[in-house]
């Protein structure tokens, strides 16, 4: 686990529960992509609320059928890693927010098998 220790990159992108690719959810599709690539780990988190690329707020409302919420996916890996992942995957997003920022990674355990 030291190889995933000390300075590292966090990429976030910020895209839509609805946004899709290849008949999968975008957010499905980049977090298999990235382990397929071997990398460290992806979270995905929903948002309450948010304002998107057209100003539009999205936000839960219990008498709609369909929601558009805000998701984010946070990667973080070595910067080199994480640009070729984005390379190699960003034609897949089609409207979003990318975003990268420095990290350190002071602890990074698992139960043992």
């Known amino acids: 686990m030291k190889r995933y220790l000390g300075r590292?990159?966090?990429?976030r992108i910020y895209i839509d529960n609805s946004d899709?690719?290849?008949?999968?959810?975008?957010?499905?599709?980049?977090?298999?992509?990235?382990?397929?690539?071997?990398l460290a780990g992806a979270t995905v988190f929903k948002g309450v609320a948010g304002?998107?690329?057209?100003?539009?707020?999205?936000?839960?409302?219990?008498?709609t059928l369909s929601q558009t919420l805000p998701v984010v996916i946070e990667i973080i890996e070595e910067e080199e890693k994480?640009?070729?992942?984005?390379e190699h995957y960003d034609a897949a997003i089609e409207e979003g927010l990318i975003t990268l920022h420095d990290a350190e990674?002071?602890?990074?355990k698992k139960r043992p098998s």
Not at 105 to 108: D, E, M, Q, T
């Open 8 to 11: 590292k990159k966090v990429l």
């Open 20 to 38: 899709m690719f290849e008949g999968k959810a975008l957010w499905q599709y980049l977090v298999h992509q990235a382990k397929a690539e071997g």
């Open 51 to 63: 304002i998107g690329a057209h100003s539009q707020l999205h936000t839960f409302e219990i008498w």
């Open 82 to 86: 994480l640009r070729t992942f984005l």
């Open 105 to 108: 990674v002071l602890r990074y």
